[in-house]
């Protein structure tokens, strides 16, 4: 069985601050692992994606996650923050034990305020 | 561009009516799936389909059913809708298995008085 845990259900910075979204996940086979976010009344959008090749991934909008198999973790980073990154943000594993049969679990959520 | 469309944005019923929530891909995704999304939840799986005709129930399945009879088109069904269905719906499709990242619509949010 495969779970994911976001450690944070909201996490406020101040404009052109550090961004850390923290993410923990369990998994029985080689994960995939990926990070979505969600603006006000969107749908999901992939932000980056782990998948075996590198562990430092670089995403959209500057973001980036590190893959650390030790600590079971993909915390998603991004060195100054946007207003417009202000947004719900999805932590998502998927076990490719399953093949063609892989799902995605999704984490809680965490929701990123950026003020001024 | 992928693109993931959903009948509706907002949907009020009332308890006991039959819903149907439409989904439809324009990339010849073979895989599509039906979420609901709720505050402190996440989201979480209600039924994926494969292919055409071919479905299987996610983690959460009670009280919906499925139709997929064309490849780009994907249904949800609540058969007597209650109110614990009021919910964001989310549909997605996805690419072929090897890359599984998957293509969401912008949800439809159902109301069920």
């Known amino acids: 069985a495969q779970s994911v845990t976001q450690l944070d259900s909201h996490v406020s910075v101040s404009e052109g601050t550090p961004v850390l979204l923290r993410c923990n996940y369990s998994?029985?086979?080689?994960?995939?692992l990926f990070w979505y976010v969600q603006h006000p009344n969107k749908g999901l959008q992939l932000l980056l994606k782990?998948?075996?090749?590198?562990?430092l991934v670089k995403g959209i909008n500057g973001f980036e996650a590190e893959f650390k198999k030790s600590e079971t973790s993909f915390h998603l980073t991004k060195p100054s923050a946007h207003m417009s990154d202000a947004a719900e943000y999805f932590c998502?594993?998927?076990?490719?034990?399953?093949?063609?049969?892989?799902?995605?679990?999704f984490g809680t959520g965490t929701r990123l305020q950026v003020t001024l | 561009d992928v693109k993931v469309t959903q009948s509706s944005r907002y949907l009020v019923k009332r308890t006991g009516e039959k819903v149907f929530l439409e989904c439809v891909q324009d990339?010849?995704?073979?895989?599509m799936f039906w979420y609901r999304q709720d505050p402190g939840l996440g989201l979480r799986l209600i039924y994926f389909?494969?292919?055409?005709?071919?479905?299987e129930k996610g983690d959460i399945p009670e009280g919906y059913s499925v139709s997929r009879e064309k490849k780009e088109r994907f249904s949800l069904i609540l058969e007597s809708a209650s109110t614990n269905q009021t919910s964001m719906y989310l549909c997605?499709?996805?690419?072929?298995?090897?890359?599984?990242?998957?293509?969401f619509g912008p949800g439809t949010r159902l109301t069920v008085l």
């Open positions: 997605a499709s996805r690419t072929p298995p090897s890359r599984d990242e998957q293509f």
């Open positions: 998994s029985s086979y080689s994960p995939s």
């Open positions: 782990y998948t075996s090749a590198a562990t």
């Open positions: 998502v594993v998927s076990d490719l034990g399953t093949g063609t049969a892989s799902k995605l679990t």
């Open positions: 990339m010849d995704h073979e895989n």
């Open positions: 389909s494969y292919d055409v005709k071919m479905k």
